[in-house]
């Protein structure tokens, strides 16, 4: 990790989030980015820019030990921000929300949500302070198919600095599509060697709903962190099916990493 943004609405969920990327920042000795979207305002209009500018400055007094770059630009804010961490070469996002639930949820969603369609690096989402660092019990939710390899290894090269002990889990919902819990259980073994040297459990558990079920057995093992491999949907599908991830960062109260998958 040597890269990590944070979009920032200079708002208190943003400030959640820009303390914990600094934290990050200290422990991976990276580079931290603020930027922010003048969305529905011109860029030229110089009163407003200069009060952008001069609160973005802020972030470097705030945090005077890490190397600071801020930036600020004109656009729809999801795909403004993808813009940015692409030609900056961003590889970890940090960001705070406050969720949203119901018909919104799906049709709307949050500015987290929309930013996590469109990104393609790893996402941690925040919700509350993040006081406890210690990351000593996690949990990696996935299909576990051989695509999502990638995307829990990086998981793991995120927790790996925290010494974790690290519990794979899959949530099914009684669906006809549920594979065998045998094979289940079989595709986690792989993740789980793939988890060496850290302790790893294997969970294949049942729920009305995903993302219900992976808050539910995170809660109850006293998981610190959830990480999830991301599907990004056709907006069609994703309306009629919905993501998982985001369902997940809109509910849960635990820190949440979600990691993009390739299709098959």
């Not at 040597?2 to 400030?15: G, Q, R």
């Not at 930036?71 to 795909?79: E, F, I, L, R």
């Not at 403004?80 to 949203?100: C, K, N, P, W």
């Not at 996402?123 to 051989?146: I, M, N, Y």
Request: charged fraction near 20%; hydrophobic fraction near 40%; include cysteine.
């Amino acid at each position: 990790m040597k890269s990590i943004l944070v979009p920032t609405d200079f708002s208190d969920f943003a400030t959640l989030a820009a303390d914990a990327a600094a934290e990050l920042a200290r422990r991976f000795e990276a580079k931290l980015f603020f930027f922010h979207c003048l969305e529905n305002s011109p860029s030229d209009t110089a009163p407003e820019v200069d009060q952008v500018a001069d609160t973005l400055n802020a972030y470097r007094g705030k945090y005077p030990e890490i190397d600071i770059q801020t930036g600020y630009a004109s656009g729809t804010v999801a795909a403004t921000i993808a813009q940015y961490a692409a030609e900056h070469a961003i590889d970890f996002l940090v960001m705070g929300s406050h969720g949203r639930s119901g018909k919104s949820e799906y049709f709307i969603g949050s500015v987290t949500q929309k930013v996590i369609r469109q990104v393609h690096c790893p996402v941690l989402v925040v919700k509350e302070p993040l006081t406890d660092w210690s990351f000593d019990k996690v949990v990696f939710a996935s299909s576990f198919h051989e695509n999502e390899v990638a995307a829990f290894l990086h998981f793991k090269d995120f927790v790996k600095h925290f010494a974790p002990e690290i519990h794979l889990v899959e949530i099914q919902t009684g669906s006809l599509f549920d594979p065998p819990y045998f094979l289940s259980k079989e595709s986690m073994e792989r993740f789980r060697h793939l988890a060496s040297p850290f302790y790893c459990r294997t969970h294949v558990l049942q729920d009305w709903n995903v993302d219900h079920g992976i808050r539910s057995f995170a809660e109850k093992i006293g998981a610190k962190l959830i990480g999830i491999s991301n599907h990004h949907r056709h907006p069609l599908k994703r309306m009629l099916v919905g993501s998982r991830a985001e369902a997940l960062i809109n509910h849960a109260g635990l820190p949440v990493i979600t990691i993009d998958y390739l299709d098959e």
